[in-house]
């Protein structure tokens, strides 16, 4: 919906309208959601909004272009079909845990270096032959 984190208005008049149309196409957008997840039979949060939106999209243009060659009801098909198929493209269900959920342990009080034991002193070191 949105290409720029910035409103494109330039007066707080544009800038409500652009926010108000914004708050429109995320409404219908869900409301596709809701829709495509009862086509479909799955959950609602399973529904990727992304996928909802670049489909609702190529629906918008299709229907566009197409709008004089086809009927209301042919129309109507199309758009049961997009939503059957934005179904398909469900999140598939989580897996469940195989650990329990459960907060970390205290780290226990063994052992733990206190002090480092370095030891200053000169460094020996010796080069060897190389052969090529």
Not at 6 to 13: A, G, I, K, V, W
Not at 57 to 82: E, K, P
């Amino acid at each position: 919906m949105r290409s720029t984190p910035l409103l494109q208005s330039h007066t707080p008049l544009t800038a409500m309208q652009e926010m108000a149309a914004l708050i429109l196409a995320y409404a219908v957008l869900v409301d596709y959601r809701i829709e495509a997840a009862s086509a479909g039979e799955v959950g609602v949060l399973r529904i990727s909004f992304l996928k909802t939106m670049q489909l609702v999209q190529g629906l918008r243009r299709f229907g566009d272009v197409s709008a004089d060659l086809m009927s209301a009801g042919q129309l109507r098909l199309v758009v049961r079909r997009t939503l059957r198929h934005i179904a398909e493209m469900a999140i598939p269900k989580r897996r469940q845990r195989s650990c329990p959920r459960a907060l970390r342990q205290p780290v226990s009080s063994g052992p733990r270096l206190r002090k480092n034991t370095d030891r200053p002193g000169a460094v020996e070191y010796s080069v060897g032959t190389i052969y090529a």
